[in-house]
């Protein structure tokens, strides 16, 4: 008989930002014990510990840095340098190291990594990385399980492949098509590519039949076609889909939309602008809107000070939340809870860009750093997300594609084209319990 596959797994992340922690939440299921935080574990040794705090804040600062003008453009754009993702035509080979990479392996083979992976190691169970630091150490210290790598966005840098990708044994989760392509111009070899879709929470899918998915889009559809012209075209298809009642369930919300801050932190006054336009018509009950600030402090007060200043305050709770929250893991609870009754995503074009696959139609903020723009470019091609308008004029330009069925169309699109299952695929490899679910596109 062959060995039976383990049920758990170690799985690792790094909170530089949110993505990384994101996707390893999806995956909470499968940790053994719970999700460890590499640059944040307890007995981390200090120096260790300061290396990623230091480099964590020389990110965040100057992502928030890039809104200042002219000058913020700059700073950020030496930095983004280093993790630039080429075009991908014409197809090359990218296998070459680049600076990045160098730099991550000389501090690996000075120790970086190795208290973890010595403590993992005493019971070697399989590692899945969403940050690919972790699995670099792991293959360096000679971890004795199998190491899974968790790519976070829709293409990604040369920095994600090891010095010599042809020679390695980590196996990479890819979320769609395209990473597949690119991991194949770095050297990685093609049966260390699995192609999975980007973990996403089962609360939000339901399971293999996706349920919830579909219990919430058709609550969604209902506020995003009011005038039912998305619905009057594709009627059979939504029956079919949704079930033939679809448009009786009670949707028992009002137009809500979503502004989601990243983990740096930048661009609040995004959130500001978009509620100052909305102002009328959240003392109207029109809409309803959602400024979800993570675990940022600073973030709220200031909020709180334009709510005032536009004499809302009343309708705090009601048609304005902020919501905050005081952990990383309290915070991706919270915004699972939030997405159920939310019909409008509205962010920079992070890891969340794959959250269009659970129906949710994205407002694309501009996008901060390289992955970001192929976010952008993903989530404009599989039809989930639409570049943001003014947002000063946000109480126009969003009604009237509200109105004309367009953001429905979006959600639809969204749910159709991106992948959902990838939380249910990875399990599937590492537990070797068959699941059955439609083949994900090769290049999307």
């Known amino acids: 008989m062959p060995p039976r596959k383990p049920s758990k797994a170690w799985v690792i992340a790094a909170d530089m930002g949110y993505g990384h922690e994101r996707a390893a939440y999806a995956l909470r299921d499968l940790a053994y014990e ?22 964590r804040q020389t990110y965040e600062a ?11 453009d700059f700073v950020f754009d030496a930095m983004d340098h280093f993790q630039e993702i080429d075009p991908f035509y014409p197809r090359r080979d990218l296998s070459a190291p680049n600076l990045q990479v160098k730099q991550t392996f000389s501090l690996i083979k000075k120790g970086l990594g190795k208290h973890l992976i010595d403590r993992l190691k005493r019971h070697p169970l399989p590692i899945i990385a969403t940050f690919f630091q972790a699995a670099f150490a792991a293959e360096e210290q000679g971890y004795p399980g199998d190491i899974y790598c968790v790519v976070c966005d829709a293409d990604c840098s040369r920095t994600w492949a090891p010095l010599d990708p042809r020679s390695s044994r980590i196996k990479y989760l890819a979320p769609n098509g395209r990473v597949v392509e690119r991991l194949k111009l770095y050297g990685v070899k093609q049966e260390n590519i699995l192609l999975t879709g980007f973990p996403l929470p089962k609360e939000l899918i339901g399971g293999p039949r996706i349920p919830i998915i579909k219990q919430d889009l058709s ?23 949704l079930g033939a009642n679809w448009r009786k369930l009670n949707h028992k919300h009002p137009l ?6 990243g983990g740096a932190g930048a661009q609040k006054n995004l959130g500001l602008q978009i509620l100052t336009s909305l102002r009328t018509k959240l003392s109207q009950n029109k809409i309803r809107l959602n ?28 048609t304005i939340n902020i919501i905050h929250s005081e952990t990383r893991n309290e915070y991706f609870r919270s915004f699972s809870q939030v997405l159920h009754t939310t019909d409008i995503l509205w962010t920079k074009p992070s890891e969340l860009s794959f959250y ?31 570049s943001q308008n003014d947002p000063r004029y946000t109480d126009e330009w969003l009604f009237d594609w509200v109105n004309s069925g367009g953001l429905a169309r979006t959600a639809w699109n969204g749910f159709i084209e991106a992948p959902t299952h990838g939380t249910y695929r990875i399990e599937s490899i590492i537990t070797g319990q068959k699941v059955e679910l439609e083949q994900i596109p090769l290049i999307v």
């Not at 901060?368 to 997300?385: A, D, P």
Request: net charge positive; charged share 20%.
């Open 256 to 261: 809500t939309v979503t502004f989601a801050i």
């Open 356 to 386: 269009t696959g659970l129906g949710i139609p994205i407002i694309i903020a501009p996008p901060i750093g390289s992955q970001e723009k192929f976010n952008h470019l993903w989530l404009r091609t599989v039809g989930g997300g639409i």
């Open 291 to 318: 400024l979800i600030t993570g675990t940022h402090h600073e973030t709220v007060p200031y909020y709180r000070q334009g709510v005032r200043e536009l004499g809302l305050n009343r309708y705090l709770g009601r």
């Open 62 to 72: 100057i992502s928030r840095f890039k809104s200042v003008p002219v000058i913020g």
């Open 219 to 241: 609550r969604r559809l209902q506020n995003l076609d009011p005038k039912g012209i998305f619905a009057a075209k594709y009627k059979k298809t939504l029956a079919n889909c």
């Open 34 to 55: 719970q999700v460890i935080i590499a640059n944040n574990y307890p007995g981390i040794p200090q120096a260790e510990r300061k290396h990623w705090r230091d480099l």
